[in-house]
């Protein structure tokens, strides 16, 4: 596609629930990367996919976060057993290659809102 | 870790007026990145800078990587209302791979 999307691009859950975020990268990027972001805050490592690697996946806060990305495109962050402070704007961001450097294009983001 | 900080976390400046925000880190960065982030939008690139005592400029735009490539600027010069949002420096270290470590962000608003 044109740009990185990412969907819903808003959700409001009840805490307990399980929620799924999808994103879908830039067309012929290989490294994908998931972001949280909490308002007014910087951007907040989770992880991190190149080619067929082995995630990076030192930035997942707890074993409630979980990612995969299927067929080397489409990702999914499940966040499992939703807390309140799990709430924020989740981004996810592509790039062409993992070559150090390489430009780093988000979506728009999924706004999580945890009741 | 590695840490990024940025200084300030906010200003607030009249038209025209020209403004700074600063970004330094706790180790050598093989390269920092700059984003820029409207309200209620996503970060958006703006620029990178590999080599140390590098210098670049955008328009009004100038971004500087200090010779110790531990640090790095970007001044706006004359500040137009279309610049207000916030800016974040983003680094990368020789072991990150390209875990990208964000700063707080400097938070810009300009008054007309």
């Known amino acids: 596609g044109a740009g990185v999307s990412q969907s819903p691009s808003n959700k409001v859950t009840e805490k307990g629930k399980d929620v799924e975020l999808r994103c879908d990268p830039i067309?012929?990027?290989?490294?994908l990367y998931w972001y949280r972001q909490s308002l007014g805050q910087g951007l907040e490592f989770l992880i991190y996919?190149?080619?067929?690697?082995?995630?990076?996946k030192s930035g997942l806060p707890s074993d409630r976060f979980s990612a995969e990305r299927t067929g080397g495109s489409v990702s999914t962050l499940t966040i499992q057993r939703t807390q309140q402070e799990d709430s924020a704007v989740y981004l996810c961001?592509?790039?062409?290659?993992?070559?150090?450097?390489?430009?780093?294009?988000f979506g728009e983001g999924s706004w999580l809102t945890v009741v | 870790g590695q840490q990024v900080m940025q200084i300030p976390q906010y200003q607030h400046v009249q038209e025209g007026e020209d403004f700074t925000t600063y970004c330094n880190s706790s180790?050598?960065?093989?390269?920092i990145q700059w984003y820029k982030q409207r309200p209620g939008g996503h970060p958006v690139f703006l620029i990178q800078?590999?080599?140390?005592?590098e210098v670049k400029k955008q328009k009004r735009l100038t971004f500087q990587f200090g010779e110790a490539k531990k640090n790095s600027s970007l001044h706006i010069t004359a500040t137009q209302t279309t610049d207000v949002g916030t800016y974040f420096c983003?680094?990368?270290?020789?072991?990150?791979?390209?875990?990208?470590?964000f700063g707080e962000g400097t938070q810009l608003t300009v008054n007309p």
């Open positions: 961001a592509s790039s062409l290659t993992w070559t150090v450097g390489n430009t780093i294009y």
């Open positions: 067309s012929g990027h290989t490294a």
């Open positions: 996919f190149q080619g067929n690697s082995a995630p990076d």
């Open positions: 180790t050598t960065l093989s390269n």
């Open positions: 800078l590999v080599k140390s005592g």
């Open positions: 983003a680094g990368l270290t020789e072991t990150s791979g390209s875990r990208l470590t």
